[in-house]
């Protein structure tokens, strides 16, 4: 009901919970990212490392991932109408949304490789194993 009232109806679809999403990502120009925390994270690793650029609101999470105009666009938090300004021609370029996909999959190829991922949840187990420094001083 939202999308109709917006006038974009004809544009979007509200596709549920699927048991296809690698066939759905592939399909899609670009994603856009409301999770926070892990779910957040995964989001953005999953959507950039499938050449997809990202779109999310301005916020620490998001800083760390997405290169603000190069590899997806940070939208201002609470701001619809300058939200619509950045996404219109975003969405209007696909030769954009292309060199942002590319830029983020190398991005997440560059910086976020699965051996050092593995690594900081090892320091991260370790650090939360060693509850000698959790004690109380």
Known sequence: MHAAALGVGTSVTFLGQRSDDLAVLRAADAGW??????DGAFAFLDLMAMRLPVLAERGVLPKHYVADGITGLLLSPGAP????AAAAPFFAHQEL????GNAARTRVQRDFSEADMIDGFERAASAGADRK???AR
Do not use: K, L
């Open 133 to 135: 420094r959790w004690s």
């Open 97 to 100: 949304r292309m060199a942002m």
């Open 33 to 38: 990212v409301v999770a926070g925390a892990d």
């Open 81 to 84: 109408s300058h939200t619509a």
